[in-house]
């Protein structure tokens, strides 16, 4: 199959690159490198551009014959798009309205859209399955849940048939040490608790600890990358198939702690992490874990890498690498 990848320069799409290739498909990566970086790109054409050009994505769509779609060009920081909601709706609800257009004019049906456990706010109850009500609390959470609304009309009235994702906290990297996350800045939990250990941090801080937790922090359902890469190849192959349009969650059903996770990374790296504890970030809900049983069902998809600290150490491994 030949599969554009947006945002294939990025952290979970550079690894998806890898997934595709090594399933011997034909992908072409499409990235305005604002947060990816051209080197992650390995071994396939990678043509720098934002979604937003509709003149570059009919030039692409009408000289190359694309099966599907699978789209990662987000902004991901909830907390920055509390205080800038514009670019937030503009890079990832504009922006990917104009990529869908692009899809309908040339015919091209098949979509694997990445989006997130933020679309359901503060959960009601846990583990979270994909029929929770949908009460985003932040525009990154409202803007992901406005596309997959979009993408069911769109599947009405176009037959664009999408399979959306929900990640909950994506983490690790590539076993192989091939890619991995480089986030600038960083504002992830485990990357920053690894540059603390490595010393090349400041002390992390720990964004509250009067939460309604067993320790106080807040609770986060970790997946490692390389799973979530593995979930996108089977929804795309499901739409192949003739599937219908879907969402699923992708986690592995343990939350872990903000503390939990921070004596993980002490264990694996073998060095201390230096802390501070500050006050709650704004639009941290306190608990998210996921029940994927759908994914597994019906995508036949399972967890790899589930324990806590495999993801850790293949991050770690990667910014070892990185020095
Ligand atoms: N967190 C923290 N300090 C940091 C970054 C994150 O305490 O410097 C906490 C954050 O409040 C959340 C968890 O770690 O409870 C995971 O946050 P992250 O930003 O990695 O992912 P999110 O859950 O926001 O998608």
């Not at 230096?274 to 759908?294: E, K, M, N, Y």
Request: with cysteine; net charge negative.
């Amino acid at each position: 199959m030949r599969i554009m990848v947006v945002g294939g320069a990025g952290y979970i799409g550079s690894h998806m690159v890898l997934a595709l290739v090594e399933t011997g498909h034909d992908v072409l990566v499409l990235d305005d490198l604002s947060k990816g970086h051209a080197d992650a790109v390995q071994g396939v054409p990678l043509v720098k551009g934002n979604i937003a050009d509709s003149t570059l994505l009919d030039d692409l769509f009408g000289r190359m014959n694309f099966d599907g779609v699978m789209h990662f060009a987000s902004f991901i920081q909830v907390a920055e798009s509390i205080l800038e909601p514009a670019p937030y709706y503009e890079n990832n609800l504009v922006n990917t309205i104009i990529l869908l257009n692009a899809m309908v004019r040339h015919k091209i049906k098949k979509l694997v859209f990445s989006s997130s456990a933020a679309v359901y706010g503060e959960p009601q109850v846990i583990p979270i399955t994909e029929d929770h009500p949908k009460n985003p609390v932040n525009p990154y959470g409202k803007g992901k849940w406005m596309v997959e609304q979009i993408l069911q009309d769109y599947e009405r009235a176009y037959d664009l048939k999408s399979i959306s994702l929900r990640y909950f906290n994506a983490a690790g990297a590539d076993p192989l040490g091939r890619a991995g996350e480089r986030h600038l800045p960083e504002t992830h939990l485990i990357p920053l608790l690894l540059k603390a250990a490595a010393g090349k941090a400041d002390p992390v801080t720990i964004f509250g600890t009067d939460y309604d937790t067993a320790d106080g922090s807040c609770i986060r359902d970790y997946i490692h990358v390389t799973d979530l890469c593995v979930a996108h190849l089977l929804a795309f192959q499901a739409l192949m198939s003739g599937a219908p349009s879907s969402a699923y969650n992708l986690g592995n059903g343990h939350g872990f702690s903000v503390w939990e996770v921070l004596e993980a990374v002490k264990r694996v790296t073998g060095k201390p992490v230096p802390f501070q504890i500050v006050a709650r970030r704004a639009g941290d809900p306190s608990h998210l874990v996921a029940d994927a049983t759908r994914a597994q069902v019906e995508l036949g998809w399972q967890p790899h890498y589930p324990a806590l600290d495999s993801i850790i150490s293949h991050a770690w491994n990667f910014a070892c690498m990185q020095q």
